[in-house]
Nanobody
Framework: QVQLVESGGGSAQSGGSLTLSCLVG???????????VGWYRQVPGGRQRDLVA????????RLTDSVKGRFVISGDRSKNTVDLRMNDLKPEDTGVYYC???????????WGQGIQVTVSS
């Protein structure tokens, strides 16, 4: 059974840092994983969840342009966690962050429950 459990988040001031962690159960996240695991963000009042960062099959990382140079995504194979370190936070980073795991075959997809991040100016 696949489970994604998020932790971390909360509130920060502009320029501050926060770290989100996703505990991944039931999926191997190491090299040659059958899944891409990453973080999505839903902004206040928004309907869709936009990709922020992901680890592709346990290898390469991908970051959306707005967070490049500020956010770092990493996987800890020993703990089976995927962390998102967010530096130099901006008010526009505010939103609900969701951990996501999607099979490379696109046949299955899983979401965490979401965690709030609020950045004040």
């Amino acid at each position: 059974q696949v489970q994604l459990v998020e932790s971390g988040g909360g509130s920060a001031q502009s320029g501050g840092s926060l770290t989100l962690s996703c505990l991944v159960g039931g999926i191997w996240i190491g090299v040659a994983s059958a899944y891409d695991v990453g973080w999505y963000r839903q902004v206040p009042g928004g309907r869709q969840r936009d990709l922020v960062a992901s680890i592709i099959q346990g290898g390469q990382t991908r970051l959306t342009d707005s967070v490049k140079g500020r956010f770092v995504i990493s996987g800890d194979r020993s703990k089976n966690t995927v962390d998102l370190r967010m530096n130099d936070l901006k008010p526009e980073d505010t939103g609900v962050y969701y951990c996501n795991a999607r099979s490379v075959s696109l046949s299955s997809e899983f979401w965490g429950q979401g965690i709030q991040v609020t950045v004040s100016s």
